[in-house]
């Protein structure tokens, strides 16, 4: 039934754009014949345009994991209480931009900041084709600007990694022997009640083959934590295997851009107004708008400038 709506989704895109330029043409001859003006033919032309990338945008999600849903992970950089403030900054930014996509986010753990902010948080964010649309937000996320938390009033530069991973379902079979794993327990911190709070209720789990770690706070027992914990370790594992096939494509697709982990993919520079994406050049002056979570042209930027993989060029 998903694969069956997700169809029906393209092919009503497919048909709005086909009436959206018969309209356009239409309008074009009224144009002609004094009955419409240039701005209205011009403004129905942008609309089908508008469509048409729209579309071709959402051509680019062509993977089997891009329907999944995420697993983000912030972590903040050096620079003590500026990098975790920024930390913050960031978490809140993809909170609101899968609120205002109407995504449900699920906060998994968090550990705060000595004075403000948060060192590292992990959320959820579940709804169709989010790993693809985020998939490229891998990489180290540079803030410029006169920190609040100088008493100096001094310009600082505050860096905060994120890594995106694909969040498998019920679709994505990985098997993973018992015998591989070393549970550990802990204190849950944070918010959350006395129960939460003192009894060992968070776990932490070691997948020994791969080194891999996963940890879950988020439940109040410990059993329901083991569980969310296996699901991350296994996107994990997932997400490891996807960076492998990638590593073996880049090889032949020397044209494109890798995946580079723990490099500087974007700047928001506050005092002067500007974030800039280092590899689509994508940027804008809307500095508070992208904090608030208007990424999807970052989003659409990276996507078109990656492109079809080679393997769907025939389609």
Known sequence: MKEIKTHKKYLGEFENIKLLVEDAEVLFDFQKEGEATEDEVEAKYQEAILAFEDLEFHRTL??????????????AGAGGTEACDWAEMIFRMYVR??????????ALSEVQGDVAGIKS???EITGDYVYGMLKGENGVHRLVRVSPYNSQGKRMTSFCSVFVHPSVDDTIEIEINPADLDW???RASGAGGQHVNKTESAVRVRHLPTG???????ERSQHQNREKAIQLLKSRIYELELQKQ????????????KNEWGSQIRSYVLDD???KDHRSQYQTSQTDAVLDGDLQPFLKAFLMMDGVHPDDSDN
């Open 273 to 275: 107004r500007r974030v």
């Open 184 to 186: 550990d327990t802990f």
């Open 246 to 257: 990638l590593a073996e494509r880049a090889k032949v697709e020397s044209g494109k851009m």
């Open 121 to 123: 948080a992990e959320i």
């Open 212 to 218: 891999l770690v996963a940890e879950c706070q988020q």
């Open 62 to 75: 062509n993977r089997p994991e891009d329907e999944l849903g995420v697993i983000l992970e912030i972590n």
């Open 97 to 106: 931009w899968a609120e205002r996509s109407g995504f449900k986010v699920t």
